[in-house]
């Protein structure tokens, strides 16, 4: 007993340095976020934080507008995933059709091969469709992503086959199967694609750096970097601005932390 | 093994599909470049018309990054109403999402009608065909205001014969010196350096005072290009990249830093000597009078000095860069006339000038040098400098030559059991990027 | 019954496959032909056909073969590092535990935190005199800024990259975990089987599909790492200091993008992809072999 103790103390303490080694820095961040650009790195009295510099972002940046396009096109584009690729992922495990090996194969070709290598021939489509500097340039493209394809139909092998023929001899059709059944049970499956999908969405810089160029169209990763003037670093500001980067993406997991709990309350009813 | 050979096909499929895809794009573009050409003749006879009746107004883009509306627009009041021409100004995030993308900008036609090119890595883009010569409306008289520009100037802008961008101001480098602490560490006035000897004096005063270093030395072409000049060296567009002063100042350099008299942007995890200096983290860099307007917003309490940049001793004749950014119009615009009318309508504006004054710049045209030197005393000796300044002279391959350089400096400098050498630095590069 | 099935399936990935036409199939074979080519967007004119002389020149390329290294090496020390480590942490957070959420959440913050944003405030903590490198300098390594370093730079991408993304293979490692069937724990418990016995025989064997989905994801996002080193490299040419820090995607970017030699940086990008190919075909036979 007094082992199993000892154990336990070793655990909490090793999940408290872990759970230090990843908050320590990101306070830090927020911390320096509240100085004054000359104090940044060092240790003041609060006395000297405020929130100044938060609000030099919001009253010379269109921050709630570039809030708004960030927000607009990830909720899209996490939609879209959230949609397209169960489905597809879910056929790729589960349902037998011609061409199914050489489809999967070819989604995986392209989670190979690396993203800069087709930014300009999609930017030169896009301008042909009259789509460049619109929110469509960093939203359609990105609608159905491969990588979560894969990750589905990993998912989809892993769970048990049974409650699916069930249902099918209760008469439901493939459609019906997969929306009323399998959907239903792949409340872990949807919220991990909803979750690095909108962390990658909102976070990305290089797509939508190449795609927009006009300012009131900026998504905010894109806009806090216009934040440094040519040649001066604002780093007080550039602080600020992942803390507001940040927050909403840290606020989106803690949200969909629970359809984790709830992943477990459903799995545990299936077994 | 299925997999494997499936995976194949779709390779090999994939090939052929380009191949088909190359051919059809090639057979295609001949017939598109005479579209292209049509086009543009449509537009020069609308544009003709346009002139006539002067009803219509011909909007067209100006690209930049940072601040550069903030310069430019004044020079644009009135357009409108005088030549029908309006200018928007469209803003990069920064200065790589606009270069990266150009050539595919260009393609796509998107890209803006002019931009500011500085007289820096600017030949892989003339030479690749992204900048637009206007020697043709010089010549027709579209462009009056090239004659305003010294010649030095124009040495920089005529390439192969032909006019690729009106400057509009013009930077000789300069020395910056934190005052403060240049006073902190009871140095004088009268110890403001001449020499890279006296500097060296001065980094050993603020390293026993102050225990700090008294130099800030960025790790870019710029300042690099700023210390060779000052030995009596320069690149000469490739000619003279392996000279004993070349490698003698990089020399300096290597030896300064090592005797830890140096402190970089680049271990401060900065990317602008600027910050540098005005943080205090060392005292003097060789910069451009770009600092002016930064200090003046970011650290108005800071004192900065500028002077000439120091040189080796027995090379008093020698003189840094003139950095001298031009406006140039972009390959793919349709409206190329009007864009030049534009510029030349921008460069004729007093309030153009008076404002680039105002923002610490010596513009181009010499009649305001006298303006300059009353409203920025404190920067009124380089006006004198401007002849005596030279063009960067660095090699066409412009940015590669720039990161090899960089890339060798940064080996010597950062890697601290590094033999090289500056004379080794100079020869490699000499054969790569010799002319 | 049988048609039906090939039906359904093809309705179900027909919208998947259409984005992968339009949206990747085209873009990607456009630049793959550009790779024979020497290519300027802008020049179409001037554009011209030389066969594989882009990929000769790649191989007489010394800065490529650094490149080619430092991707390999990345891979092969960060791909198993954050696999361990995102494992260990999920067994461990899925075991009862109090205040699970909050340990999650502080496991994945900072992977939501942009990567550009991450490098630039661990570059505080790695600058010389500055709390990380004091601590190295402790144990013996040089006090200097370590992404300024040309020896410690690549460690310093490692540490920042392993750091952000073993919270998101932990979210991955705790969904498949919790799939798993407690009786398995419990049959086995009353077998006598050991804590280590149950993780190694039970746990490791019932989560083998994640484990690929992992190693996977794992390889081809380290081959593809670009974020953090265009932040470390800021205004220097990337992959400073003195290409230290270059990879394949950074030289490729390079040469595409900022000497406008897109042939020559698409070739690259081909090479890149095939190495990443041939790696996923030889993991897939030697995985088959051992099945």
């Known amino acids: 007993m007094a082992k199993k103790r000892i154990g336990k103390v070793f655990t909490y303490l090793f999940l408290i340095c872990l759970a230090l080694i990843f908050l320590v820095p990101v306070f830090y961040v927020f911390y320096n976020s509240l100085l004054p650009k000359r104090y940044i790195g060092t240790f003041v009295p609060p006395d000297v934080w405020s929130f100044d510099n938060y609000k030099e972002l919001f009253s010379e940046f269109p921050i709630m507008r570039w809030y708004g396009n960030t927000a607009l096109s990830t909720v899209a584009v996490v939609a879209g995933n959230i949609f397209f690729t169960p489905l597809a992922g879910y056929a790729l495990a589960r349902l037998r059709f011609p061409g199914r090996k050489a489809i999967f194969l070819c989604l995986m070709l392209s989670m190979m091969i690396p993203g800069q290598l087709v930014l300009l021939p999609q930017y030169i489509m896009m301008a042909k469709a009259g789509m460049v500097d619109t929110l469509w340039a960093i939203t359609l493209p990105y609608l159905s992503q491969s990588m979560f394809i894969f990750m589905s139909r990993q998912f989809f092998y892993g769970i048990p086959e049974e409650l699916e023929e069930a249902a099918r001899i209760d008469g439901l059709g493939r459609f019906g199967t997969y929306f009323r059944i399998v959907l239903p049970i792949s409340g872990v499956l949807l919220a991990t694609i909803a979750i690095f999908n909108f962390t990658g969405t909102w976070n990305s810089y290089l797509v939508p750096s190449t795609f927009i160029s006009s300012a009131d169209k900026y998504v905010l990763v894109v806009g806090l970097q216009t934040v440094n003037n040519q040649h001066f670093q604002q780093e007080n500001l550039t602080l600020a601005g992942v803390v507001l980067l940040s927050f909403p993406v840290i606020g989106f997991f803690m949200f969909t932390q629970k359809f984790f709990v709830q992943g477990i309350a459903t799995a545990g009813l299936k077994g | ?435 | 019954m049988r048609r039906q099935e090939a039906v359904a399936g093809w309705i179900f990935v027909l919208p998947a496959v259409l984005f992968w036409l339009i949206w990747f199939l085209y873009p990607a074979l456009k630049a793959v032909s550009i790779s024979f080519f020497q290519y300027n967007y802008a020049t179409p004119e001037t554009n011209m056909f030389v066969g594989l002389a882009n990929y000769a020149r790649l191989f007489q390329d010394p800065k490529f073969f650094t490149a080619l290294s430092h991707s390999f090496l990345m891979v092969a020390v960060v791909v198993p590092l954050q696999t361990l480590l995102s494992f260990a942490v999920a067994v461990l957070l899925n075991g009862p535990i109090r205040f699970k959420g909050f340990y999650r959440s502080s496991c994945y913050i900072p992977y939501v935190i942009s990567a550009m944003a991450v490098t630039i405030f661990f570059m505080y903590f790695f600058l010389k005199g500055g709390p990380a490198s004091s601590f190295f300098a402790m144990l013996g390594l040089e006090n200097v800024s370590w992404f300024a370093s040309t020896k410690y730079a690549l460690a310093f991408l490692m540490i920042v990259y392993v750091w952000q993304q073993v919270g998101f293979y932990m979210v991955i490692f705790i969904g498949a975990l919790q799939e798993v069937p407690l009786e398995l724990y419990e049959a086995a418990k009353v077998d006598g089987a050991n804590a280590w016995q149950r993780l190694t025989r039970i746990t490791v064997p019932m989560i083998k599909n994640t484990t690929y989905l992992v190693l996977t994801f794992g390889m081809i996002n380290a081959f593809q790492i670009f974020d953090q080193i265009a932040a470390m490299s800021k205004q220097s040419p990337l992959g400073s200091p003195s290409g230290a820090t270059s990879t394949l995607v950074t030289f490729l970017y390079q040469q595409s993008f900022s000497y406008m030699d897109m042939g020559y940086g698409s070739a690259a990008a081909v090479v890149l992809f095939l190495i990443i190919f041939s790696l996923s075909a030889v993991r897939e036979v030697l995985g088959r072999r051992s099945d």
């Open chain 2, 1 to 435: 093994m299925k997999k494997v050979l499936a995976l194949l096909l779709v390779l090999l499929m994939a090939a052929s599909f380009a191949a088909c895809g190359q051919g059809g794009s090639n057979s295609s573009t001949p017939s598109s470049k005479t579209e292209d050409n049509e086009s543009s003749e449509a537009q020069d006879s609308s544009q003709t018309s346009s002139e006539g009746n002067s009803g219509e107004v011909v909007t067209i883009s100006m690209g930049g990054w940072g601040e550069f509306q903030d310069e430019h627009e004044p020079g644009t009041a009135g357009m409108e109403e005088a030549i029908g021409v309006k200018v928007e100004f469209q803003k990069y995030p920064t200065d790589a999402a606009f270069w990266d993308n150009l050539p595919a900008q260009i393609a796509a036609k998107t890209a803006p009608d002019f931009i500011s090119l500085t007289n820096e890595l600017y030949l892989p883009y003339i030479n690749d065909g992204l900048i637009v010569p206007i020697t043709n409306y010089i010549d027709d008289g579209t462009i009056s205001c090239w004659d305003m520009v010294g010649q030095n100037l124009k040495d920089i802008w005529e390439v192969n014969g032909e006019v690729y961008g009106i400057p509009y101001r013009q930077t000789p480098a300069v020395f910056a010196i934190n005052m403060d602490l240049w006073n902190e560490a009871e140095l004088t006035e009268a110890d403001l350096p001449e020499t890279w000897d006296d500097v060296l004096d001065a980094c050993k005063v603020f390293k026993d005072k102050l225990g700090m270093p008294g130099l800030c030395f960025n790790t870019q072409e710029y300042h690099f290009t700023q210390y060779c000049l000052s030995y009596g060296g320069g690149w000469d567009l490739g000619k003279t990249i392996d000279t004993p002063e070349n490698a003698a100042a990089l020399q300096f350099v290597i030896d300064a830093y090592r005797q830890g008299y140096v402190v970089t942007p680049k271990e401060l995890g900065v990317s602008y000597d600027g910050n540098v200096v005005m943080s205090g983290d060392a005292a003097m860099s060789t910069g451009g009078t770009w600092y002016m307007g930064d200090f003046r917003k970011n650290a108005p309490d800071v004192q900065v000095k500028y002077i000439a940049v120091p040189h080796a001793e027995g090379k008093e004749d020698a003189c840094g860069t003139l950095h001298a950014p031009c406006l140039s119009v972009l390959k793919g615009g349709s409206h190329e006339k009007e864009t030049a009318m534009a510029i030349n309508y921008m460069m004729m504006s007093d309030s153009y000038a008076e404002n680039l004054i105002d923002l610490g710049y010596i513009p181009a045209d010499p009649d305001f040098f006298d303006e300059f030197k009353e409203k920025q005393p404190e920067l009124a000796s380089l006006v004198d400098a401007v002849p005596k300044s030279n063009g960067f002279g660095y090699p066409p391959a412009g940015k590669k030559f720039a990161d090899a350089l960089i890339s060798k400096m940064e080996e010597a400098l950062f890697n601290s059991d590094s033999t090289v050498t500056g004379a080794q630095i100079v020869k490699e590069l000499q054969e790569e990027f010799g002319e």
